[in-house]
């Protein structure tokens, strides 16, 4: 799942201060689960920007925006975006990457895309996984330092967290707590054992 997270309001219509005959896209998979692209924000975009003098031509929801096979599957949702001359995409990075490869519109997001992450037990997880290419998540028992750890330490904490929390974010268990008790509970703490070098690290 990839983490994002909606920009202020007044920033998106900023963005779109020189533009008009708007089309809103929005996206079921990441963004509707993180409440950030589904039906309800893109009606609830489409009102606050049309309250604030822009024409909105029309909107749809692909089952994910960073999928969209092309215009004319766009067409078949609503044939309302052969009027726009502005999209707005509701969704990651990704979506709004691969919209604007298939319009020839000018394409804007209106959300932050922050980072990989999941759901567990009903609950989003954001930072598992920092995508750096290289993953070595196997000699952590499955949790990503890169992606959990602000320093991306790979070779143990830095000596700063308090009571298991991270000194960069009281509010987030130090990861490499996690990892020690994850390693401990499979029998894997040989792991640790490993030395990562800075070309490891670095790729």
């Not at 925006?65 to 509701?90: G, Q, W």
């Not at 000596?159 to 509970?185: N, Q």
């Amino acid at each position: 799942m990839i983490i994002s997270s909606a920009k202020p309001f007044e920033e998106v219509l900023e963005l779109l201060k020189d533009e008009d005959d708007i089309f809103i896209i929005g996206c079921s998979a990441c963004a509707a689960k993180l409440h950030v692209g589904g039906e309800p924000e893109v009606l609830n975009m489409r009102q606050r920007l049309e309250e604030a003098g822009k024409h909105v031509v029309g909107w749809c929801i692909p089952s994910a925006a960073c999928s969209v096979a092309s215009f004319d599957s766009l067409m078949e949702k609503n044939p309302a975006i052969k009027d726009a001359k502005t999209v707005l995409v509701m969704a990651c990075g990704s979506g709004v990457s691969i919209v604007s490869q298939i319009v020839e519109l000018a394409v804007y997001p209106s959300n932050n895309t922050e980072s990989l992450g999941g759901r567990s037990q009903g609950e989003i997880i954001p930072e598992l996984c920092a995508m750096c290419g290289d993953c070595k998540v196997y000699y952590f028992g499955g949790i990503c330092p890169k992606g959990q750890c602000p320093k991306q330490l790979l070779n143990g904490p830095c000596g700063g967290s308090i009571e298991g929390k991270c000194e960069v974010d009281p509010e987030k268990d130090c990861v490499w707590e996690l990892i020690y008790s994850r390693l401990e509970k499979i029998g894997r703490l040989d792991l640790l054992e490993k030395v990562w070098t800075c070309e490891e690290v670095t790729g």
